[in-house]
């Protein structure tokens, strides 16, 4: 279905304030009681999921854009591919680290143009820090303070963060290290000859660190679905990342029949350093 060319900039306005106002409903949550129940594939599902999804999906509904949400119907392919644009939302990503109450949980936001991510909102509601990227005006993170939930009255810092004087850091999942990450660190090391600095993150907030320039890599080499990595992948490709697959060095694709990524590679491009 062929749809109007979509005002980016009020789209990345809206995303924003969808995903704070869900921001601010999962952090009611957070406090005052988590409930957890289990979806088909045994993964686990909490109140807060669902509480954000609805209020994603109110924000962004009016757009007639179609809506792929993790927590939602996800249709048949024969339904989207005929789309030329696509939200694609993960209303909570980091589930494991939500109940486990570590703060590296994050809303996930993005909007797909064919089958490549042009808009991209990441927000990180009990660190305070927002990340809003786009094709059009490129990375932007905002830091947050003491509860606050506006980021009209607060200077963004351009993406990326001007370099600093740190070894080659590479950025690892906290729940879903496997043989390839440590064999990928291990390769690093020998080249580097020791000098890598390995940091653990959750979420979507590993493929933002390396879009703010706080780390170099954040190889994946296992499972992660679209709505995983799409808003991310949006930050860091407007910010000089590149996030490709691990065996061809292409970008990954979305909206594709198969949702489920292959494995990937998120690497910095705009310096000497990799």
């Known amino acids: 279905m062929t749809q109007i060319k979509p005002d980016i900039r009020d789209l990345t306005g809206?995303?924003?304030?969808?995903?704070?106002?869900?921001?601010?409903a999962i952090m009611e949550i957070y406090r005052s009681g988590i409930t957890v129940s289990s979806k088909e594939d045994e993964s686990p599902l909490t109140n807060a999921d669902r509480a954000s999804h609805q209020i994603i999906v109110k924000a962004l509904r009016p757009t007639g854009i179609y809506i792929l949400s993790e927590?939602?119907?996800?249709?048949?392919?024969?339904?989207?591919?005929?789309?030329?644009?696509?939200w694609v939302i993960d209303p909570l990503d980091g589930t494991k680290e939500f109940i486990?109450?570590?703060?590296?949980?994050?809303?996930?936001?993005?909007?797909?143009?064919?089958?490549?991510p042009v808009l991209g909102v990441v927000y990180a509601p009990d660190k305070g820090v927002l990340y809003a990227a786009?094709?059009?005006?490129?990375?932007?993170?905002?830091?947050?303070?003491?509860?606050?939930?506006?980021?009209?009255?607060?200077?963004?810092k351009k993406l990326p963060l001007d370099p600093?004087?740190?070894?080659?850091?590479i950025v690892a999942s906290r729940s879903h290290q496997n043989p390839d990450t440590v064999e990928f660190i291990q390769k690093m090391e020998?080249?580097?000859?020791?000098?890598?600095?390995v940091i653990s993150a959750g979420s979507s907030l590993k493929l933002?660190?390396?879009?703010?320039?706080?780390?170099d890599y954040y190889p994946r080499p296992a499972p992660t679905m679209e709505w995983d990595t799409a808003a991310g992948d949006a930050v860091c490709r407007f910010s000089g990342c590149a996030v490709v697959n691990w065996d061809t060095g292409v970008p990954l694709t979305y909206n594709k029949e198969n949702l489920t990524n292959p494995k990937f590679l998120v690497?910095?491009?705009?310096?000497?350093?990799?």
């Open 14 to 24: 809206l995303a924003t304030n969808a995903a704070m106002q869900a921001g601010e």
């Open 71 to 86: 927590e939602g119907d996800h249709g048949t392919y024969s339904e989207r591919s005929g789309e030329d644009y696509l």
């Open 100 to 116: 486990n109450k570590n703060g590296e949980f994050t809303v996930n936001i993005a909007l797909i143009e064919g089958n490549c």
């Open 134 to 156: 786009n094709k059009q005006d490129g990375a932007y993170k905002w830091e947050l303070e003491n509860g606050n939930h506006s980021i009209k009255s607060i200077a963004p």
């Open 164 to 169: 600093v004087n740190r070894p080659l850091t």
């Open 190 to 197: 020998a080249q580097k000859k020791g000098t890598v600095k």
């Open 208 to 215: 933002c660190l390396v879009a703010e320039n706080s780390a």
């Open 267 to 274: 690497k910095r491009t705009d310096g000497e350093r990799i």
